[in-house]
């Protein structure tokens, strides 16, 4: 079975962090750029970061660029995402999901994307809850 799963959320205080997990299971992620995305309740989904096959590039919004540090592990087929000085509006369901590069991605400049299209992506997570209160 092709999925993505989604670990590493709770519940934490303003100004601390959490790291969370997104592990590939069916399939590997070497030609597989991964994005990161949240949805808060009543809320549309939004991108937070990407990242490139290789890693090569990495992309964040505007919202979490400085605090958020995403990074992969091919060997582990894991991709993680570092969340520092959290604040209460990164509450949010955090999803991963998985956009196909190509076998010969690396022939070409490294590249990320965070659209919301779900068909646009091979796989996604199901998701983890990140809370941030005190």
């Known amino acids: 079975q092709l999925q993505l799963v989604e670990s590493g959320g709770g519940l934490v205080q303003p100004g601390g962090s959490l790291r969370l997990s997104c592990v590939a299971s069916?399939?590997?992620?070497?030609?597989?750029?991964i994005g990161w995305f949240r949805q808060a309740p009543g809320k549309e989904r939004e991108g937070v970061s990407c990242?490139?096959?290789?890693?090569?590039?990495?992309n964040y919004s505007d919202s979490v660029k400085g605090r958020f540090t995403i990074s992969r592990d091919n060997a582990k087929n894991t991709v993680f995402l570092v969340m520092n000085s959290l604040k209460p509006e990164d509450t949010a369901v955090y999803y991963c999901?998985?956009?196909?590069?190509?076998?010969?991605?690396?022939?070409?400049?490294?590249?990320?994307?965070?659209?919301?299209?779900?068909?646009?992506?091979?796989?996604w997570g199901q998701g983890t809850q990140v809370t941030v209160s005190s």
């Open positions: 069916g399939f590997t992620l070497d030609n597989f750029a």
């Open positions: 999901a998985a956009d196909f590069q190509g076998q010969e991605w690396y022939k070409v400049p490294p590249m990320c994307r965070m659209i919301t299209i779900r068909h646009e992506y091979f796989a």
């Open positions: 990242i490139s096959s290789g890693g090569g590039m990495r």
